[in-house]
């Protein structure tokens, strides 16, 4: 397990290859050290691997620099989460470019039922720091995992409204764990390990370089069920990490402020474009995102009696969840993409079964 371990860590660091490529070796080889016991020719035959990058694979793997960063881990307490690990995020995992490895300490539950990213400007204003709090008082019921960047501003505020409530949050940082940037918020960090913590994909003595924390956004944006922006001037890292969010088909909210703004202005610009949808509360929050209060016991859903052995395959599926994403569900039932699709629209007229944001679905 240590061995294959190793390998995965080695395949993250392989230059020039990135997670997408790294993603494509995987599903041609089944494993990382299946990668590493690869010859060039064969590497040749894969889309998207030429002479360059088959004789990277081929030859560059770092085994013994892997082996020192799992001991690392080990000695830390850093949990290495590999993307075909059963803990790896799995809203992370939906995403094209999600890194392949993950370094985390804490004892945060990455697969929350609830996950929302917070981002805003180093520059927050009373406002933004009040509504943020505001924002997240009102999603007590819910308890969902807060997840932002560990920056000056609306990011730390969100931490620590999230540590005064005993939310759950993690900081998404774009350097290694052996250090934690800005230094000012180390003890903020360190009441995060409570009920949260830190993740990364950067290994040990990665500096906070200015070009590490675009990767570091997709991370965020990857991590929630939705990205809410709270102050932002019209552009920067907030603004990166909307637009990557709705890349990925996630939910993006934008907080509204006074019209002469400056760290408004990024909102309203995503608002009046339609590439956010104007947050004024949390109830519109979980309106907006389908979570609603669910009562304790379920009721019993009264089934058409005319259903297809496909549909009562997806309905019997999505009865073991309370909600469920599409490609999981076509993984679970089996039933090719393209059908399900149909069947699922089929039974949303029918009303037994209601779309959600994201491509999710629940029995009615």
């Not at 995020?89 to 490895?101: F, K």
Request: proline letters at 5%; a negative charge; one cysteine or more.
């Amino acid at each position: 397990m240590m061995n294959e371990k190793i390998c995965q860590i080695a395949l993250s660091m392989l230059p020039r290859i990135g997670p997408v490529r790294a993603r494509l070796l995987l599903q041609h080889y089944g494993s990382a050290s299946a990668i590493f016991h690869a010859d060039r020719d064969e590497l040749l035959s894969i889309p998207d691997i030429g002479p360059v990058l088959a004789g990277v694979v081929a030859g560059g793997a770092d085994l013994e620099r892997a082996e020192r960063e799992a001991e690392f881990a080990v000695e830390q307490g850093i949990r290495m989460l590999f993307c075909t690990d059963d803990d790896y995020p799995s809203r992370l995992r939906d995403c094209p470019d999600a890194p392949v490895m993950l370094f985390m300490t804490g004892n945060a539950d990455l697969n929350a039922k609830h996950a929302i990213s917070i981002v805003g400007t180093r520059k927050a204003t009373s406002y933004g720091r009040r509504v943020c709090r505001e924002l997240l008082d009102g999603l007590r019921d819910f308890r969902p995992l807060v997840i932002s960047g560990l920056a000056y501003g609306i990011d730390i505020e969100a931490h620590k409204a999230s540590i005064d409530l005993g939310f759950p949050t993690i900081a998404c940082l774009a350097h290694g764990l052996d250090r934690i940037y800005p230094p000012d918020h180390a003890l903020v960090a360190n009441k995060m390990m409570r009920n949260g913590g830190l993740i990364t994909e950067f290994l040990p003595n990665t500096r906070p370089d200015r070009e590490l924390f675009p990767m570091r956004n997709r991370i965020v944006a990857g991590l929630g069920d939705c990205t809410v922006v709270v102050e932002s001037d019209v552009s920067g890292g907030s603004m990166l990490t909307a637009h990557i969010a709705a890349s990925y088909n996630r939910d993006v909210f934008a907080i509204p402020g006074r019209v002469h703004d400056k760290f408004s202005a990024g909102c309203h610009k995503l608002i009046a474009a339609n590439a956010a949808a104007m947050l004024v509360s949390s109830q519109s929050l979980i309106e907006a995102m389908g979570w609603g209060k669910k009562e304790e016991v379920k009721k019993q859903l009264a089934l058409p009696l005319d259903l297809s052995e496909n549909e009562l395959k997806v309905v019997e599926t999505l009865r073991s969840s309370e909600r469920m994403y599409i490609d999981d569900l076509t993984i679970c039932t089996g039933i090719a993409a393209s059908v399900l699709a149909g069947i699922l629209l089929e039974l949303e007229f029918r009303n037994v079964v209601t779309s959600l944001p994201g491509k999710y679905y629940q029995l009615s």
